[in-house]
Nanobody, 124 residues
């Protein structure tokens, strides 16, 4: 299984970025896909997840209304559109694939496959 994240970069506060994560080696439409992020010296934390058919999406409170997760099962790709970015969004962003139960759907332990991470830096 390979998850390849891309799309990170340096952006000013208020700007936008779209992250992509291309998956291979798994039956993509059978997996919940998620994004996590990790700031320097901090734990990796949940950002958003999307179920296999895109019908259910869940967000961490601080990104609601600013970030949108989506997926294209035909392209085996999950996206994270980030708008109105803030300096506190600065982190390495990781995509993940898994089949979590509800209680682990926001935990790193709920996901068995991880991408390499892409850096997002938001300047003030």
């Amino acid at each position: 299984v390979q998850l390849q994240a891309s799309g990170g970069g340096l952006v000013q506060a208020g700007g936008s970025l779209r992250l992509s994560c291309a998956a291979s080696g798994l039956t993509f439409n059978q997996y919940v896909m998620a994004w996590f992020r990790q700031a320097p010296g901090m734990e990796r934390v949940f950002v958003a997840r999307i179920k296999w058919n895109g019908a259910e999406r869940t967000y961490e409170d601080s990104v609601k209304g600013r970030f949108t997760i989506s997926r294209d099962n035909a392209k085996n790709t999950v996206y994270l559109q980030m708008s109105n970015l803030k300096p506190e969004d600065t982190a390495v962003y990781y995509c993940a694939a898994g089949r979590p139960i509800l209680s682990t759907s926001r935990l790193t332990s709920g996901y068995g496959h991880w991408g390499q991470g892409t850096q997002v830096t938001v300047s003030s």
